[in-house]
């Protein structure tokens, strides 16, 4: 019986290491932007998953890394822009312009609100502009993704 337990905790222990090192690995930023856009809420378990948010949300490679895609580009020229600002910052002011960085027909925010990809233009929601608009703007509007008070 208590190599039973001993073993329960052993396997416990090395599930919580191997999700856990998954929250480490992710960087600062997409950690902000998790919360920053809800994103938390979707997923209980979202400091456990790389399925939350992606690095294509920001990079064209899966894993992250060069080249960034046309909405992490955005943020960049923001951070050029706003050297002085937090990502936090920067996300919001990127969002706030209604931009349509990947040109698929849907802001930046709206592809936010739909959890679909604003680098892509594969990545559209199916959901017609003008409903999606109105339950942006009922939920919040832009308003709901503003930096948090120091905000990476």
């Known amino acids: 019986m208590a190599e039973l337990k001993r073993g329960r905790a052993l396997l416990g222990a090395g599930l919580l290491l191997a999700l856990g ?3 480490f690995a992710m960087p600062q930023f997409r950690l902000t932007a998790i919360r ?3 994103y938390d809420k979707l997923d209980p378990l979202w400091q456990y998953s ?6 294509t ?23 050029q822009a706003n050297p002085k600002s937090n990502f936090g910052q920067v996300l919001f ?9 990947d040109g698929d027909g849907y802001p930046d925010a709206i592809e936010v609100f739909a959890n679909t990809l604003p680098g892509d233009p594969a990545s ?5 502009l ?4 109105q339950a942006f703007a009922a939920a919040g509007g832009v308003a709901m993704y503003a930096s948090k008070k120091g905000g990476k």
């Open 21 to 23: 090192g998954s929250v």
């Open 36 to 38: 920053q856009l809800h």
């Open 50 to 55: 790389g399925k939350v948010m992606g690095c």
């Open 57 to 79: 949300f920001c990079h064209v490679n899966k894993g992250g890394g060069a080249p960034w895609n046309v909405f992490g580009q955005a943020l960049q020229k923001g951070f």
């Open 93 to 101: 002011t990127v969002l706030s312009a209604n931009g349509d960085s």
């Open 124 to 128: 559209h929601p199916d959901t017609p």
């Open 130 to 133: 003008a409903e999606l608009e």
